[in-house]
């Protein structure tokens, strides 16, 4: 585009203000094919911005349904241990509710 506009500003004497016969249709016409460059640009640049989210989309919901299972497993683990150590999750809960007690009361 930079080699265009080149050909079109600078130097080839008959721009605008030349004899005034297809002056105007030659401008008429840049603006036109840069119109087109950009929009072509933009489509781009759009494609490659839906192709990025997608992707990163995809990744996120398998971190999400990862993040899940290991919740899920967490607590299946957490329970399984209450009911084989009823009384070490109780006074360990009490404990730690009485801790964090000291420490948010100050």
């Known amino acids: 585009m930079a080699e265009e506009n080149l050909g079109t500003q600078g130097g080839g004497g008959m721009g605008m203000a030349g004899t005034g016969t297809g002056g105007g249709s030659e401008a008429a016409s840049t603006l ?5 460059h950009a929009r072509r640009a933009a489509e781009d640049l759009k494609t490659a911005a839906s192709s ?21 497993t967490f607590q299946e683990d957490g329970e399984a241990y209450v009911r084989e150590n009823p009384t070490k999750a109780v006074f360990s809960a009490l404990g730690i509710g009485f801790l964090l007690g000291i420490i948010f009361r100050r």
């Not at 036109?32 to 087109?36: D, F, H, I, L, N």
């Not at 997608?54 to 299972?69: H, P």
């Open 32 to 36: 036109g094919s840069s119109k087109e």
């Open 52 to 72: 990025m989210a997608g992707e990163y989309r995809g990744k996120a919901e398998q971190a999400w349904g990862d993040a899940q299972e290991r919740v899920r």
